[in-house]
């Protein structure tokens, strides 16, 4: 999986200065890099070019506290439905070049690329590897000062809490055993705005600030 996440920059420190030696000395992942980097690049602009819906994240945070059992009643950005058939697309059609013999993530990898409510700004990778119970994000959501990120995994139309991004760089999060098991592509990840310590709620009290759906990668 290390090439597919040195393409999306999901690695820091010693992992990233290694997996850039391996591009270095071995050719052959240094192509799986650069064949990652291609898909990916096919992937990405498909996003920001569809605004979020007036007043989306106002109906989000302003929602009535709910049960778990309840359903968490959002409506996507209009771009997402679209986005979400591309890539889905991209993997019941996929280009006829493939990565080396062994590279890529493993079968229980997938992707999101979370949309922010803000056009302007790049989407946020996040992969999730369900075989190591990971979720690792190369960015976060910058959230204001004396507020918290946090990322959300909707299932059955009720909101899931993964934990909270790191203040800067990537974030890795283990992913609850039930998340882990339940996880599927068309499942969509989220990010909100909370106070420190995360919502005091089982779900988001503040903005939502970027989604997107689940992909095989």
């Not at 920001?48 to 409506?75: C, H, N, V, Y």
């Not at 922010?116 to 976060?140: C, F, H, K």
Request: aromatic share 4%; glycine share 8%; net charge neutral.
């Amino acid at each position: 999986m290390t090439a597919a996440e040195l393409a999306l920059g999901l690695l820091e420190g010693d992992e990233r200065a290694q997996a850039l030696r391996r591009m270095l000395s071995e050719p052959e992942f240094a192509r799986e890099v650069e064949w990652w980097r291609a898909k990916f690049a096919l992937m990405f602009p498909e996003y920001g070019s569809e605004p979020a819906p007036a007043g989306l994240t106002d109906t989000i945070g302003d929602a009535p506290d709910i049960k778990p059992q309840r359903m968490f009643r959002f409506a996507l950005p209009a771009g997402l439905a679209a986005i979400a058939a591309v890539l889905l697309v991209m993997v019941l059609q996929p280009d006829r070049s493939m990565p080396p013999a062994g590279s890529g993530p493993s079968s229980g990898s997938l992707l999101a690329a979370l949309q922010p409510t803000d056009a302007q700004t790049a989407p946020i990778s996040a992969v999730v590897d369900r075989e190591a119970g990971q979720v690792r994000l190369a960015a976060t959501a910058v959230a204001p000062v004396g507020k918290v990120a946090q990322l959300w995994i909707i299932r059955d139309g009720v909101p899931r809490s993964i934990g909270l991004l790191a203040v800067t760089g990537a974030t890795r999060l283990a992913l609850p055993a039930a998340e882990r098991a339940a996880l599927r592509p068309g499942l969509v990840m989220a990010i909100s705005i909370e106070p420190p310590g995360g919502s005091p709620k089982e779900t988001p009290t503040g903005p939502v600030v970027a989604t997107g759906p689940l992909v095989v990668i």
